[in-house]
């Protein structure tokens, strides 16, 4: 890997050290843009209070709100690295504050909601793929990815506990006022991205072997990634579920998720002062332990105290792991392509982990079964990210 002359070379030249700006760029748009998400409970039980909208409505307009969100992968692998990325971020920005405010102003129908957000979301996701990109030339990956994740829980967990007496004071419009000033917050921290950012280093003549090793390489990140959030999106969904059958009644399975995110918080927290100082092998090795031992746990039907020893573990291996992932990825991307996706395939992840749950459980599979093949999934994961960091 260290040899001047392969394709990797490009690589390993590629990280830098951050300035400060671009740390904060990336840290604050990341928990800006996707925050309407973050905050999904508490916007579906407003959508169905203030709007009337029916079950299959707030479905779809979270679907639409998540597709468009994902799709802005796509249009990125034409943009990026041919574009001023600061350019970029500004139009985005600008489309993110456009729609959130125009949504505000006007609370069309059903339809015209869905429009405005589908907009919306487009340059939201632009932005995070400019996030995603940009901590992937940092010297220091592992740290970063984790201070991109600190930044997204800390905003969820802001915004879970403050919008419902938001809403009860102002209504859904205020939501989309404050996603509009925020993005105005944000828009002078454009700056803070590179100029050039997913432009390809070039450094010497790439063999056959070596690309079709790289390409190789790309496919268990898509696979190990997809196979992750298919995992924890389906055991996330269905928690609350699993805890009425350890004992908890609705309050308490409440306040046991809420800690359980804030121990995610913890998880990622601990992989930012970590990252850079122990082998990423190690930190992939540990968090997907903890991971594969929480979800037997779960996987066994514990009681109340198993239940919360459980459902905390899998919460923090979930965040704690993630940042070491999204690193690993990003050594063996050389435009920044590769991460850019990763934004697409995680949407799909997030989105098919729990349809895929649900319809295994509507086909009579029980909690313990589900929990069981995430496990196992969860281990095809990890041997995907495996080979992808030894490589």
Partial sequence: ???????????????????????????????????????????????????????????????????????????????????????????????????NFATALAMPGFAGLLALRTVTALGGGTLM????????????????????????????????????????????????VVLGVLGLCAAPLVRGFDPALGRAKHAGTTATAQETGTALNACLVIGGVLAFYVAIGGVWTFASKAAALAGFDAAHTGEVLAAASVMGIVGAGCASLIGGRVARLAMLLTGYAILAVSLAGLATQPGTAGYMAAVFAFKFAWTFVLPFILAAAAKHDRTGRLVASLNFVIGAGLAAGP????????????LAALFAGAAAISVISCVCLLRVERA
């Fill in 355 to 366: 349809l895929i749950a649900g319809v295994l459980l509507d086909a009579g599979a029980t």
């Fill in 1 to 99: 890997m260290k040899n001047p002359s392969t394709s990797f070379a490009a690589v390993d030249a590629a990280p830098r050290d951050f300035a400060a700006s671009t740390l904060l760029s990336l840290v604050v748009f990341a928990a800006v843009t996707p925050l309407l998400l973050l905050v999904a409970p508490a916007v579906a039980a407003q959508l169905a209070v203030q709007l009337g909208l029916s079950a299959s409505q707030i479905g779809t307009y979270f679907f639409v709100e998540l597709g468009a969100f994902s799709c802005a992968t796509l249009p990125s692998l034409l943009w990026l690295g041919r574009v001023d990325a600061r350019r970029v971020a500004a139009v985005a920005t600008a489309v993110f504050c456009i729609g």
């Fill in 129 to 176: 793929v400019l996030c995603m990109t940009s901590a992937a030339t940092s010297a220091n990956r592992d740290r970063v990815y984790g201070l991109w994740v600190v930044g997204q829980l800390v905003a969820g967990a802001v915004g879970l506990f403050l919008l419902p007496h938001v809403f009860a004071g102002y209504g859904l419009r205020a939501l989309y």
